[in-house]
């Protein structure tokens, strides 16, 4: 069955440093979305990604964040400046259509020190 | 601002009993309900997907029901085994692209 991936698992930087996190979705899919979850909160939506453009962001998405896809099967999250708060695990779904299931990756644990 | 929230927070049950997790909202346009499944430190297993069209969602031991103008939806677990411990997440899309998360349910079945 296919799924959607995500790497690293873990990754661990120093506050102010980049990051880019990765995501390959389901092949055939064609939105893209980023979530994260602080430990112990809720799910929280970032940001989605249609026809090579965000379509919608959260007010969490500000200007350190951004979203690319750089290829045709990557999908990626760069925070630009990470802080302390950034500490989080970063969900990374797909979907066929906007009506449809979303298939989440596994998540990215990262940890800003 | 759509709110979702999920009694209740957490429930332990003996195996083999029938449950109920609900999920309340406070915005009852909304186009989809998405029920997941997530195992500790994992992501995100999808269960059931309901439209606003719909009134419930069938899926072996899962039944999903909608109820958009009272703002509430419901999954039943029937027969429950201990592979079904998880956190259950009740999540909402309105006509935009993003879901809302409620806060979940932390189910335990023991054996």
């Known amino acids: ?113 | 601002k759509q709110e979702v929230t999920q009694i209740p927070a957490a429930l332990s049950v003996p195996e083999g009993e029938n449950l109920v997790l609900n999920c309340s909202f406070t915005d009852s346009a909304i186009y989809n309900l998405q029920w997941f499944r997530q195992d500790p430190g994992k992501g995100l297993t999808s269960l059931l997907l309901i439209q606003s069209s719909q009134r419930e969602q069938t899926s072996g031991r899962l039944n999903a029901s909608l109820d958009k103008s009272s703002g509430r939806s419901t999954l039943y677990i029937a027969a429950s085994q201990p592979g079904d411990s998880a956190t259950y997440l009740c999540a909402v899309k309105g006509y935009g692209q993003n879901f809302v998360f409620g806060p979940g349910t932390r189910l335990s079945v023991l054996p």
């Open chain 1, 1 to 113: 069955e296919p799924e959607v991936t995500q790497t690293p698992s873990h990754q661990v930087t120093q506050m102010g440093q980049e990051v880019i996190l990765r995501c390959v979705p389901i092949s055939n899919h064609l939105y893209f979305y980023w979530y994260r979850q602080i430990l112990g909160q809720k799910v929280e939506f970032l940001v989605s990604f249609y026809n090579n453009e965000i379509s919608e962001k959260s007010e969490i998405f500000d200007d350190q964040f951004s979203v690319e896809r750089p290829d045709g099967s990557n999908f990626t999250l760069k925070i630009r400046s990470t802080k302390l708060e950034d500490s989080a695990m970063y969900f990374c779904a797909s979907s066929g259509d906007t009506g449809d299931t979303q298939y989440f990756g596994p998540g990215t644990r990262l940890t800003v020190l």
